[in-house]
């Protein structure tokens, strides 16, 4: 197991943390489209489709057909949502790493580098809310490479995270994630994220029926603080 440094982000780092963002993202779409795959709706379009143009035309080749067409249309609709993020993320706050979240004193962006490679990244944004009774960071982009998970670098983002949280004098620290990481949200429970609640993060999503989970981390001062 190579070791890693933990470190800021550099301007040297985009490509490295482009590719990791487009990577991370898109390794989702073969879950995405099994889950799709089981819904009931899929279930019905599946079986359902195929039976009624055998009935209608007579023709199984029609109906084999239809199935065999539909299944790219499926891949297509699991893997837009996880591009849209990508190219939403690149249109604005990865559209400008160092001045996203290194121009402020309560913001940052941490790289993972192994070998001279970053393997992993997580950033830090305050969260803008007046009516909020605590300060709240949000977490953002934690991304580890698959050739370097197991070796504790996305649990050592997270601490750097929470570290940088207390320093910086908030009381809670949010992310957001998605029911298809499975493994990213056992991490974060382990942690000591709790879910506050669930939506659809975007219209794609809606229409794959992948919700997003919303997790808050009290800091030990912020919890002392509300007894």
């Not at 709706?41 to 039976?51: D, F, M």
């Not at 004193?105 to 070998?115: D, K, L």
């Not at 298809?180 to 429970?189: D, I, V």
């Not at 669930?198 to 029926?209: A, E, I, K, W």
Request: net charge positive; with cysteine.
């Amino acid at each position: 197991m190579a070791p890693y440094l933990i470190r800021k982000y550099q301007e040297s780092d985009r490509k490295w943390v482009v590719g990791l963002l487009s990577r991370g993202m898109t390794e989702h779409i073969p879950t995405t489209f099994r889950h799709m795959l089981k819904l009931p709706r899929t279930v019905l379009l599946l079986s359902g489709g195929p039976l009624a143009l055998l009935l209608l035309s007579g023709s199984w080749l029609l109906a084999l057909t239809f199935s065999l067409a539909l299944l790219p249309v499926l891949w297509f609709l699991a893997g837009r949502p996880w591009r849209e993020y990508v190219d939403t993320a690149l249109r604005t706050d990865m559209a400008d790493i160092t001045k996203s979240y290194l121009s402020e004193p309560g913001s940052c962006f941490w790289v993972a580098e192994s070998e001279k490679r970053v393997v992993g990244t997580v950033g830090a944004l305050p969260v803008d809310d007046p009516t909020l009774q605590e300060k709240r960071l949000q977490l953002f982009h934690l991304i580890v490479s698959p050739e370097h998970r197991g070796q504790g670098i996305a649990k050592a983002l997270i601490r750097t995270v929470l570290q940088f949280a207390r320093d910086q004098g908030y009381g809670e620290v949010v992310l957001d994630t998605t029911i298809m990481q499975r493994s990213a949200l056992g991490l974060y429970q382990a942690m000591g994220f709790q879910k506050m609640g669930q939506s659809f993060h975007s219209v794609g999503f809606r229409l794959v029926t992948v919700n997003t989970v919303h997790l808050i981390y009290r800091l030990p001062s912020a919890q002392a603080g509300g007894r």
